[in-house]
């Protein structure tokens, strides 16, 4: 499958539980980031988003958390449910006119019944 | 309604070719992107245009050129494609810098 050789870190949750997902980013200048969850053979799909001058956001279910001190983003999943299985990504843009973000290298969330 | 939809989204080919995919959004935004996956899953930005003018060009080699005929379309094409460009190029479009760019469902590329 798709997966085969591929090695992301991975979360294993049941179903039912929280999920934590961490990221380290690396620009002390960066002022947005973002939360993509991808499915198999789609595309990045938006999440939530959390600005610098913000160090917690929440949206349905999920919570990003942002710590500028030691450069850490958390996503927080409630209620992790099977379609919540993907691999997530967090990304890091400094705000500039071109929007470059700068992405994660990924997370697997694998959601046990 | 697909926000940003590519075509196609297979395309395999030998190499030595030369290709194209196109995007188009129908999100009304100014800006859009071509991103490069490659086996690992590791994203990253090729090239970005803000109201059809080009304004990031990552280090990507000159056989990729995009094209933006209007503000809804950017289209990438390949010339002479090699083995080493096999991946999932994604094309995406947000409005101004610090907002979501939305994606479009991939365009897996083979070389064979």
């Known amino acids: 499958g798709e997966s085969v050789g591929l090695h992301l870190p991975t979360l294993s949750v049941q179903e039912g539980d929280n999920s934590i997902i961490n990221c380290a980013y690396s620009?002390?200048?960066?002022?947005?980031f973002i939360w993509y969850k991808q499915e198999s053979g789609k595309g990045p799909q938006f999440i939530i988003d959390?600005?610098?001058?913000?160090d917690k956001r929440q949206g349905q279910r999920v919570t990003v958390l942002l710590n500028k001190t030691v450069k850490h983003l958390s996503l927080q999943i409630a209620a992790t449910q099977p379609g919540d299985s993907a691999v997530y990504f967090c990304a890091e843009a400094d705000g500039g006119a071109t929007n470059k973000l700068i992405f994660g290298t990924g997370t697997l969330l694998a959601v046990q019944p | 309604d697909t926000a940003v939809s590519q075509t196609p989204k297979y395309l395999v080919t030998q190499m030595g070719n030369d290709k194209s995919i196109k995007c188009e959004q129908n999100?009304?935004?100014?800006?859009m992107y071509w991103y490069k996956q490659d086996s690992k899953k590791f994203l990253k930005i090729m090239f970005s245009?803000?109201?059809?003018?080009?304004?990031i060009n990552e280090t990507v080699p000159n056989r990729f050129s995009p094209k933006s005929p209007d503000k809804a379309h950017l289209n990438l094409h390949i010339n002479s494609l090699e083995l080493g460009d096999s991946a999932v190029y994604f094309c995406?479009?947000?409005?101004?810098?610090?907002?979501?760019?939305?994606f479009g469902d991939g365009t897996r590329l083979s070389i064979l």
């Open positions: 959390i600005r610098s001058n913000m």
């Open positions: 995406a479009s947000s409005r101004e810098g610090g907002q979501p760019q939305h």
């Open positions: 245009y803000n109201n059809k003018e080009l304004i």
């Open positions: 620009n002390s200048a960066s002022d947005y």
């Open positions: 999100l009304g935004h100014d800006t």
